[in-house]
């Protein structure tokens, strides 16, 4: 392959209370970011390799792009050919627009301290949770990847999840390069998982069931829907890079009219049910108010919001719209950002920032009672009890630290006679 051509790291000033590249990539919402032991989080995406680092005070990035010899990836089919999405390659290192890349991709021009605070206002539980977990955000991807993603989430784990979406590049997505000799592979496109030997060659890399959803939803994608039918489902409001945004309706209980028919018509295809539909809806097509609940967000909902007993004792079609509308009239029309800000804080990657861990050590220590003349009392013993507490915590900046607590006490203790 040739060689690759990399951009200078550039960076531009953002709060990890306004973004946390280190919980909002790994709280499942994309499965194809690689942390490497530098800190450096790097995925191929809009026909480049996208590099990011992160300080306290501003997010750096670097994009490595093919060269014109190598073929560059096209994008899913299901995006319209006005879409900047169909000519991702155009972008090179000398027209680099990888800073509105990664603007767009972050939802950057959001001001999430205001929406916490919104969220907090309104509900007392945000509000004791989400400071140990600012900088959240949602991720514009494509409602592609979204899909094949959560096709894949199907009575999984975001480790599995993250191997299965990486053995599906690796077999069928176009390599962009090598960094670190690790290849970049992007993902597929519809198209290229409609082979009628697919499914097998799936089944044998560990998608169990899951092969033949992916298989056969990729067909209805590109050979039974209209071009750019996928993407066209999208929040208005949330458009595809270099679109210019429209009014969406307004908010209503159930949420907008257009989330609604997105959700209803993501449901006619293989492997997709509510939970799926609206994980696609909210981080693959921008709508804000998607509920997605799982079992964690059940949990969350019956420990934090009671629900659980009378009508909704399970989780039926009916609890799940009402946990849906419960939680869209706590937070309005962006409930799904703060909807994944407890899903996070609820996940045992990050129970630590949470809970803290207590370490108990007792050193008993037996010394024979003496009178006020040093001479020892007949009976009885003193029992010198020292214990030691040590608290793990997170700071603001999610870093542990300890906390040391020392206490010592005594008492007298009476010997058993023989």
């Known amino acids: 392959m040739a060689p690759l051509r990399a951009t200078e790291w550039r960076k531009f000033p953002v709060s990890l209370t306004e973004l946390c590249i280190d919980t909002s990539l790994r709280c499942g919402q994309s499965f194809r970011w690689r942390k490497s032991d530098g800190g450096i989080w790097s995925c191929a995406l809009h026909g480049r390799i996208l590099s990011l680092r992160q300080d306290s005070t501003h997010l750096h990035y670097r994009a490595i792009f093919p060269t014109p010899s190598c ?48 969220w907090s206002s ?20 494509s409602a592609w990847e979204a899909l094949v993603g959560f096709i894949c989430s199907s009575n999984n784990n975001i480790a599995r999840i993250s191997q299965m979406v990486e053995k599906l590049c690796l077999t069928y997505g176009p390599l962009l390069g090598h960094v670190a000799s690790q290849p970049f592979h992007d993902l597929p496109s519809p198209a290229a998982l409609t082979n009628p030997k697919v499914e097998d060659r799936l089944r044998a890399l560990g998608f169990g069931y899951r092969a033949k959803f992916l298989h056969q ?23 595809l890079l270099g679109h210019v945004a429209a009014s969406a309706g307004e908010m209503e209980a159930q949420g907008r009219a257009g989330y609604r028919t997105a959700h209803e018509q993501l449901l006619e295809l293989q492997g997709v049910g509510p939970k799926v539909a609206d994980c696609v809806c909210l981080m693959g097509l921008g709508w804000g108010e998607a509920v997605p609940v799982d079992t964690h967000v059940w949990q969350i909902a019956q420990r934090d919001y009671r629900f659980g007993r009378g009508k909704h ?21 962006e409930a799904g950002w703060a909807h994944s800000v407890l899903f996070t804080a609820d996940l045992r990657a990050f129970a630590e920032r949470l809970v803290a861990k ?13 009178d006020t003349d040093g001479i020892p009392a007949p009976g009885l013993t003193l029992m010198s009890v020292a214990r030691t507490t040590i608290k ?12 040391v607590d020392d206490e010592r006490t005594q008492r007298w203790k009476r010997r058993r006679r023989v």
Request: no cysteine; net charge negative; charged share 30%.
């Open 71 to 118: 073929p560059l990836p096209t994008p899913p089919s299901s995006s319209p050919p006005s879409s900047p999405s169909n000519t991702p390659s155009a972008a090179g290192p000398e027209e680099d627009d990888t800073a509105e890349l990664v603007r767009h991709y972050f939802n950057l021009e959001t001001n999430l301290t205001s929406l916490y605070r919104q």
């Open 122 to 141: 309104a509900d007392l539980n945000f509000e004791t949770k989400a400071p140990k977990f600012t900088g959240v955000r949602i991720l514009r991807q």
């Open 217 to 239: 939803t990729a067909i209805m994608v590109a050979e039974e829907r209209p071009l750019g039918w996928l993407e066209s489902l999208r929040n208005p409001e949330n458009p």
């Open 313 to 333: 004792k399970s989780l039926t079609k009916a609890t799940y719209d009402a946990v849906g509308d419960h939680f869209r009239s706590l937070w309005g029309k």
């Open 358 to 370: 207590v370490e108990v050590k007792d050193e008993d220590k037996l010394e024979e009672a003496k």
């Open 392 to 403: 793990r915590e997170a700071d603001e900046a999610g870093i542990e630290v300890a906390v």
